[in-house]
């Protein structure tokens, strides 16, 4: 098949990297098991090929084109504010973006009305939050290790993922507020969609068949 007519996907590396391997190898897309040195990375099926990027790079490379397709998560995409299309909810990486505190903290209050400071990897989604609540803080933007940000002084609040709430607990930090439930959804550039509908059609059917008949996170 013509590289052109080919469908190209993007996978994020981490945590979402394995469940949507597994949802495509279900829809019957297996991925090239020893791709070597190749960036593009064939798969079962000929009119199919994927990349891996870091996760923040698949709606840019999806958005810019040089991706038809690519899955990433809510936090990243509402993050980004990329434009692209999301035809697809995958139904796997199921978490929350909160906003914690440490236990012992005068929740929401700050003591002599002190401006909160809070550390996150998600700027622009915890800004958002706290300007709709009329709360002004000021945000401490980190890459590293969240949770730790309070012990050290760094700020008073974080913003980020929680799934079971164990990594808080362990830090002393209680879950106040929920922002945003999080998923794995399939991205699609909006030129792409447009002239290849049939196979982004096609693929989603097929998605969503492996979907139904997967085992639900929980």
């Known amino acids: 098949m013509n590289s052109r007519q080919r469908l190209r996907i993007a996978l994020a590396k981490g945590r979402l990297y394995q469940p949507a391997v597994a949802c495509f190898g279900r829809a019957g897309v297996r991925l090239d098991p020893d791709p070597g040195r190749r960036l593009l990375i064939p798969s079962s099926d000929p009119a199919i090929d994927f990349l891996v ?10 958005e810019s084109g040089a991706a038809d397709l690519g899955v990433t998560g809510t936090d990243i995409l ?4 990329a434009d ?10 199921i978490c ?8 012992e903290d005068s929740w929401p209050q700050r003591p002599g009305g002190q401006t909160a400071r809070v550390a996150t990897k998600y700027p622009r989604l915890a800004w958002g939050h706290f300007a709709r609540a009329g709360r ?8 590293g290790s969240v949770e730790v940000a309070p012990l050290l002084g ?12 164990n990594t808080l607990k362990a830090n002393g930090l209680v879950e106040r507020e929920t922002i945003l439930t999080i998923g794995a959804v399939l991205v699609a550039n909006r030129a792409s969609q447009k002239l290849k509908l049939d196979q982004h059609l096609a693929l989603m059917r097929r998605l969503e068949s492996a979907e139904s008949a997967a085992p639900k996170e929980g």
Do not use: C, M, Q
């Open 53 to 62: 990027v870091k996760p923040a790079d698949v709606a840019v490379y999806v």
């Open 78 to 81: 509402r993050e980004s504010g």
């Open 84 to 93: 692209v299309l999301e035809p697809l909810e995958l139904g796997f990486g």
């Open 96 to 103: 929350r973006l909160v906003v914690a505190s440490p236990a």
């Open 136 to 143: 002004p803080v000021e945000i401490v933007t980190v890459n």
């Open 154 to 165: 760094l700020a008073h609040w974080i913003v980020d993922l929680v799934d079971t709430g």
